[in-house]
């Protein structure tokens, strides 16, 4: 009964636009993207700028990409600071090496109040250049390093590292 109608009413549109082409163009292709409800969410696109790696940088991180003892966790917001000014941030992607010994399933269940520590200790210590332009990286590793450690008990967490970081300034 539903196609019936569905007919009658195309033939309706057909007959009465001025432009009969127009009245059976398709609406525009799936993308998958649908609430619960059914219908078509809101489609949100976000770009960062990332800086590109060399080839054997690129082999190193699908090797620990594949350590079973890994993970990266929630990207940590960072403020950047010049002389007591806030500057910008930087949004950092952490990889973190779980020790040996340790339960890695309860590490990374409790991944989220880790990233609260990891984000309070960036405000507590700054962890930006001199000119607050962008991360120190090794003054970030040692603050976050020491925020995991604090969190996870000193033994728990064999290294820190940086993925990517993304750096977004204040214009003036």
């Known amino acids: ?11 309706l549109l057909v007959s009465a636009s001025p432009v009969p082409g127009l ?38 991180e699908e090797e620990d990409e ?12 960072a403020p950047l600071s010049r002389e007591g000014r806030l500057t910008g941030f930087a949004y950092v992607q952490i990889r973190v090496r779980i020790a040996d010994g340790q339960n890695i399933w309860s590490i990374r269940d409790d991944a989220h109040y880790a990233l609260d520590a990891a984000v309070r200790a960036a405000y507590r210590n700054s962890v930006s250049n001199v000119e607050g332009s962008g991360l120190d990286v090794t003054r970030a590793v040692a603050v976050w390093q020491a925020a995991l450690a604090e969190h996870y008990g000193p033994r728990a967490i064999e290294r820190v590292e940086i993925r990517n970081a993304d750096t977004r300034l204040f214009r003036r």
């Open 1 to 11: 009964m539903r196609s019936v109608f569905a007919f009658l009413f195309a033939a």
């Open 66 to 77: 594949d350590d079973p003892r890994s993970f990266t966790m929630p990207t940590v917001v």
């Open 23 to 60: 009245a059976l163009a398709s609406p525009p292709a799936d993308s998958g993207n649908e609430s619960e409800g059914g219908q078509r969410g809101n489609r949100i696109l976000t770009l960062f700028n990332l800086a590109g790696s060399d080839d054997e940088e690129d082999e190193v």
